[in-house]
């Protein structure tokens, strides 16, 4: 196989490689990387000149520019409860669980609430494996209406647990909260 046919597969796998090692940018920033480094290919393909892209994929290349002050690397990985019950309207409440800048990851993250449906009640989402010993995270969520989830249209919170401690709580806030804290070292006794 060649050509383009061969090149889709070898270039998402280079996109791939590149997000494992710089998980959280938006396409457009992967791509732009991927373009400035790209090896020129006119000179090897006469008559072709400004005619083939970017050039070839340049793997090693591509992942050291996106690595460039990314922290990814193993840890001491644990896994998350993001406990949440809405108020009377649960489709307006989301949430996102993000890093803190500048420590390593396991890669599973961000992770995002479910679509909430029903008032009142308790929802937990759990990853395995998500959080990293040591490491700060922040939970942000938004309310679309603005009046949060707790207490003029019902009583609702939420928490965020690991080891079954509660590292983060709340519910009464407007249009949005971040809550930020850090996994113990060591598991809760």
């Not at 969520?141 to 079954?164: F, H, K, M, N």
Request: glycine letters at 10%; hydrophobic letters at 40%.
């Amino acid at each position: 196989m060649s050509g383009t046919s061969m090149a889709c597969p070898v270039v998402a796998g280079v996109l791939a490689l590149m997000m494992s090692h710089a998980p959280y940018q938006d396409a457009s920033y992967y791509l732009a990387k991927l373009q400035e480094t790209a090896a020129d290919v006119d000179a090897d393909n006469p008559g072709y000149e400004g005619k083939l892209g970017a050039g070839m994929a340049d793997a090693a290349a591509a992942v050291a520019a996106v690595s460039a002050g990314a922290a990814f690397c193993p840890c001491d990985a644990v896994d998350v409860d993001v406990v949440l019950k809405p108020d009377n309207y649960p489709d307006e409440v989301s949430w996102k669980l993000l890093p803190a800048s500048g420590h390593c990851e396991t890669g599973l993250l961000p992770i995002v609430s479910p679509t909430y449906t029903a008032a009142l009640t308790e929802v937990t989402t759990s990853t395995a494996g998500a959080l990293c010993r040591g490491a700060s995270y922040t939970l942000r969520l938004e309310d679309a209406y603005g009046d949060g989830i707790c207490c003029t249209t019902g009583s609702g919170y939420y928490r965020v647990e690991v080891d079954g401690a509660v590292l983060a709580s709340g519910g009464t806030y407007a249009d949005e909260e971040e809550a930020t804290f850090t996994v113990p070292m060591m598991p809760n006794p």
